[in-house]
């Protein structure tokens, strides 16, 4: 397997990045992580979009232009032959001597890997529980930066509750999951946290947005609270890797069985006939 690093493929075993690269001292980078179905890329340019506007927003120039930015990822994806799974790629600041501030005169480094990954069909299948835990990341989690660690501390506190995923909330609203979005079903309604700096704009939401309008299924990007859980039909997360998988059950903060799938299934069985046509 080739990795892309300093502008070229190279065996995985050979790639190193410089001990003063500003992602390693401060998380000083961003990503992204696309989905490959049959070797085809899903939803690349939308990818890209958020990926150009994450790089704006953090002033972060990138080293070539976009469109052979894009060239060599598609490179690697067609060397490792990559047939269902994802490509991450990550661009961070470079590399400086520690310094808070950053110059402008360093050059970003792109970094890539692929990797064979099914969808988690059991998951989709068989639903997930939810730890409600609270929401202490920072107030731009609209970038994509690398800089996880509030996710990351929320992921294992799921885990090691018997959850798969968490359910971030602010004081009483919910937010997003550690890494996907959340949606809310109630009376045929759809409701997920409107695309502000509280939540990252997931790729796949805005797939589910689309969806909806074209099914004629109504979709609020409308706050909901951890009260207003109370009375859901159904809850679902979504992402890049996870696609559609239905929530049975929310721990933690707030206790809560949906006694529901239905418009989730529909919504995933759309997903699956879309995803490849
Ligand atoms: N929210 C967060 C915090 C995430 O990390 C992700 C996964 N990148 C998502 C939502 C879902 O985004 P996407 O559909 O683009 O994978």
């Known amino acids: 397997q080739y990795v892309w690093i300093h502008d070229t493929l190279t065996p995985q075993e050979e790639a190193g990045v410089s001990f003063e690269d500003r992602g390693y001292y401060f998380g000083d980078g961003i990503y992204e992580v696309i989905r490959l179905y049959d070797g085809k890329p899903f939803l690349w340019e939308e990818h890209f979009e958020r990926f150009t506007r994450s790089a704006a927003e953090l002033d972060l120039p990138f080293p070539k232009p976009l469109e052979n930015i894009k060239e060599d990822m598609l490179h690697l994806i067609e060397t490792n032959k990559v047939h269902n799974g994802i490509i991450y790629m990550q661009m961070t600041r470079g590399v400086q001597e520690r310094n808070h501030l950053y110059s402008r005169e ?47 501390m929320a992921k294992r ?22 890494s996907t979005n959340v949606f809310m079903v109630k009376n045929g309604v759809i409701y997920t946290h409107p695309a502000d700096n509280y939540i990252l704009k997931g790729i796949t939401r805005q797939f589910i947005q689309k969806l909806c309008i074209e099914k004629g299924i109504p979709f609020k990007e409308s706050a909901f609270t951890l009260e207003d859980l109370r009375g859901a039909d159904e809850l679902f997360i979504a992402s890049t890797s996870h696609e559609i998988v239905p929530v049975h059950r929310v721990s933690g903060t707030i206790e809560k069985t949906l006694p529901s799938r239905e418009l989730t299934d529909e919504l995933q069985k759309t997903f699956q006939e879309r995803k490849l046509s």
Do not use: Y
């Not at 480094?109 to 990341?137: C, M, N, W, Y």
């Not at 018997?162 to 997003?176: I, S």
């Open 106 to 152: 360093i050059t970003p480094v792109i970094t890539a890997f692929t990797k064979e990954e099914d969808v988690p069909s059991h998951l989709q299948e068989q639903g997930i529980s939810l730890r409600a835990v609270e929401d202490i990341r920072w107030l731009r989690c609209d970038i994509k930066t690398i800089n996880l660690l509030g996710n990351v």
């Open 157 to 178: 506190s799921a885990e090691d509750n018997g959850c798969h995923e968490a359910l971030l909330h602010r004081g009483p609203t919910v937010t997003e999951g550690s």
